[in-house]
């Protein structure tokens, strides 16, 4: 049974986050804000001590740069290791689209996909090669609007048969991508091949609710 809590998943002695985008105010132009990769690795830490699992995998975009590796990313990317070594779990990252550099500062399990039970975990920027029950993937920062409030979200649905969970992005820095009137083909991961039986799942920490909210096709004739 899959448990979410700020924008993390947790199963099967697994803890999923996707799109960290560590290094992003470099890359971007964008000052960032003082203390963030602080707050980045406490909330990382957190979730550790939530689900105290066997793995922690990032699904994807742990970096973000594409020719180059911005100061304190590979302090960041440590911190993050010796974290999940401190909670007895082992570190695994699926590439994503903007790791490209992430072999300049890590150096530990980085497939493509990696398997856990029966499900296999993946950025989402390109089809699975392997055969799953459930695909975890980030790539597309979903967000939805509740009540005139942006919201990440995560979203089920299916993928060939299989189940499909797409992560929010963990990074708070990162523009999220309103969900409410995409089509399959506006999404960016090819998992998405029919956008309306997507289901929007919405955790509040503050009040410790999940609120799961009918399919994409439905939810746009509420609005």
Request: charge should be negative; hydrophobic fraction near 40%; proline fraction near 8%.
């Amino acid at each position: 049974m899959a448990r979410f809590r700020d924008r993390a998943v947790a199963f099967e002695g697994a803890l999923v986050v996707a799109d960290l985008h560590v290094g992003r105010d470099a890359t971007s132009g964008v000052e960032f804000p003082l203390g963030e990769r602080d707050r980045l690795t406490r909330r990382v830490g957190s979730l550790l001590s939530w689900a105290d699992p066997e793995e922690l995998v990032v699904a994807g975009d742990l970096l973000h740069s594409f020719d180059s590796v911005p100061e304190g990313v590979p302090e960041t990317v440590d911190r993050l290791a010796a974290l999940a070594a401190e909670a007895g779990a082992r570190l695994v990252v699926t590439p994503g689209n903007h790791d490209t550099m992430l072999g300049a500062v890590y150096d530990g399990p980085a497939p493509a996909e990696h398997r856990v039970g029966d499900t296999v975990v993946l950025h989402g920027h390109e089809p699975p090669e392997r055969d799953a029950d459930r695909y975890v993937v980030g790539h597309d920062h979903p967000m939805l609007t509740v009540q005139g409030r942006e919201r990440p979200c995560y979203l089920r649905g299916s993928y060939e048969g299989a189940e499909l969970l797409m992560l929010p992005a963990f990074t708070r820095l990162a523009p999220g991508t309103p969900v409410e009137g995409l089509r399959a083909s506006e999404f960016q991961s090819p998992l998405v091949t029919d956008a309306d039986a997507l289901s929007p799942v919405v955790r509040d920490d503050d009040a410790e609710e999940t609120y799961e909210f009918p399919p994409l096709g439905e939810f746009r004739r509420l609005l």
